[in-house]
């Protein structure tokens, strides 16, 4: 590291660590919580950094192929549709003209990564006004928030450049911004373009579920319902067709989805190193559990599958938890907000359930879904908590 990276590294972290100030609503005692992820995330970020530098990894790659090529190569490839292209472009300037080091560059994607943490943050307060309302909920005796938002896996790929990081912030912000588009229409716009060249199919969940939630929330007008739903509409068709090209299916009949879910299964379980799993021969709610909740302890390849395993059992005892609580009553009550997000998690899950045939991939993969069953979860679990304003927020 030279002397600007230090420098670009200490501004990073003095603006990473004021990010929750841009928020005026923050409670003292939310902040402490606030600055508590805050060192976590950017410690997960530096542990990212030596595994991907030792073990090597996609982001080695993002970072020093833009070095090796030109601007109009690299713009080449993103009118290609590359959505490594449009990594190569972002990694541009800090890569190539600053010449900024590896490190660096991980501690640029650890601030995005946590920004997009706040954003989720400011979806709780929303739902219950304050943290203190979900204190007294325990796993095991372990209270769960906001211990639940520690967990390793959240924030090893939401930390780290690549387009994990990027995605995250972008459903974060995307689902934040809903709260209120009218004020909040233009960050809205840049949460669905960056979704849009990185990965324009968890665009189109997006827009699908939340599209649905406004047109079932109860506690609007038929005509807003109409036209929220009709924007929504818009936005489905006009991206419909480049999802298709991207994820290079030809239509979507029932065989070739099928098809193309077993050759995607099949290949993937031949991906990574020791934790590729063949699925194409498992019932879907096996497929289905597999994507969630594994590895688990009887899948251990090393200390990382241990790390990941203890992660998905607290997930699983979440799950669990959650369902017990009846969700349906609660989510025919609640609001667009709600609805949006389980089916925006039931979506992502039962599509990358199908295909996906490597653990490795599939914990990099459910952590756009994850974070989002969570919020939900912890709203089914209080809907009938009277000390919750549910008229107001759910």
Known sequence: MNLLDICITVIIFLVGFNLKNLFSDFSSSEKRILNQLFFYHFAIAIGFHFYIYDFGGDAIYYWYAPRTMSLTEIMDLVKTGSASGVIYLINYIP?????????????IYACLGYFGFLYIFKIIQYI???????KNLRILRIRLFPWIWFLPNLHFWSSGIGKDTILFFSISLFVYCLLN??????????????????RPHILLFLIVSFGIGYVFDGKLKNYQKAFIGFIFLVGFVLIFEY????????SLETSVIEEYASTKASSLSKAGSGSGIDVS??????????????????DINGILAVVASFENLILLFFSILVIRRKPLDAIKKSN??????????????VAFSLILGNLGIMLRQKNMFIPIFIVFG??????????INNSSRL
């Open 281 to 298: 021969d498992y019932p879907f709610i096996l497929k289905f559990f597999t994507f969630l909740y594994r590895p688990l302890f009887f």
């Open 378 to 387: 912890f709203s089914i679990i209080f809907s009938k908590n009277s000390k």
């Open 128 to 134: 219950f006004g304050d943290f203190s309302e979900l």
């Open 181 to 198: 588009v009218k004020k909040r229409w233009i960050p809205w716009l840049v949460s669905i373009f960056l979704a849009l060249l990185i």
């Open 336 to 349: 667009f907000l709600i609805k949006g997000m389980i089916i925006y998690f039931l979506l992502g899950a």
């Open 95 to 107: 890569s190539n003209l600053m010449q900024l080091s590896f490190f660096t560059g991980n501690m």
């Open 243 to 250: 999802v298709l090209q991207f994820v290079q299916l030809e």
